[in-house]
């Protein structure tokens, strides 16, 4: 099963990336987490990135492409994957297109989270994500069991130097901009589902596995 999960910053598309996973047992590949690795690693790659991301806006296509065509190219891969925070620009979802097409395989569907801008900012504000698996959790909608402990490896849970008021402005606005048209792309190719995000976690999860059985 190949799947895109598609949504504002902050719509659930890590948290949702995680039942995935276990439900189907393929890899979840977000570009935002092989960044947050490569500027930990201080890789020239990881370095240059953060400049845009700090600030909230798109990396380059040219550096996002190059990571996808890596990391789809790796073994795990072959049985399926769950892009998540990936393709954001159409120059992206085009350049997806012919990877895949190359790799003679097809996106079975593309699961739209919908979650309106005013709830954006409470959810960026409260997350705290794992420092090593980078799982997503929610001070008050979604809490590990243990306080800043993650619940799927017990590591760190840490603030996003990203997840501040300021910075929501910039990605929301680069989500309307540059990301929205890819519903447009992606209804043309008939994959498209759109879910209510809104609604508490586990019943997202739900509707998610409803829409894909
Ligand atoms: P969120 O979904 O909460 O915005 P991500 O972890 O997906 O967070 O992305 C964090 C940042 O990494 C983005 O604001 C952007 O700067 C960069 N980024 C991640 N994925 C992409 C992408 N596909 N294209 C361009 N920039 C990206
Ligand atoms: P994305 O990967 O789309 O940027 P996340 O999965 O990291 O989003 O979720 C953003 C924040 O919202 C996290 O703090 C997460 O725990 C919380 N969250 C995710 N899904 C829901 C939901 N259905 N209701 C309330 N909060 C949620
Ligand atoms: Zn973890």
């Known amino acids: 099963m190949n799947l895109m999960l598609f949504g504002a910053p902050g719509a659930g598309k890590g948290t949702q990336a995680k039942f995935l996973i276990e439900k189907y047992n393929i890899p979840q590949i977000s570009t935002g987490d092989i960044l947050r690795a490569a500027i930990t690693d201080k890789t020239d790659m990881g370095m240059e990135a953060k400049k845009f991301m700090d600030e ?7 550096t996002i492409i190059g990571i996808i065509k890596d990391r789809l190219a790796e073994t795990d891969c072959k049985n399926g994957f769950i892009l998540d925070g990936f393709p ?23 699961i739209s989270l919908n979650v309106p801008d005013e709830l954006i900012v409470g959810r960026i504000t409260g997350r705290r994500v794992c420092s090593k698996c980078g799982a997503s959790f929610h001070v008050e909608f979604n809490p ?40 447009d792309f992606y209804t043309k ?25």
């Open 56 to 62: 909230g806006k798109l990396v380059p296509d040219s």
């Open 88 to 110: 954001r620009t159409l120059a992206q979802a085009e350049a997806l297109s012919e990877l895949m097409k190359n790799m003679n395989i097809n996106l079975d569907k593309v």
């Open 144 to 183: 590990s069991k243990e306080e800043n402990v993650c619940d799927y490896c017990a590591s760190e849970l840490i603030i996003r130097k990203d997840d501040n008021a300021q910075t929501v402005k910039s990605r929301l606005d680069a989500y309307h901009t540059q990301t929205a048209p890819l519903i």
């Open 189 to 213: 190719m008939g994959v498209f589902i759109e879910l209510d995000g809104t609604k508490d976690v586990s019943e997202v999860t739900k509707d998610m596995i409803n829409a894909l059985s």
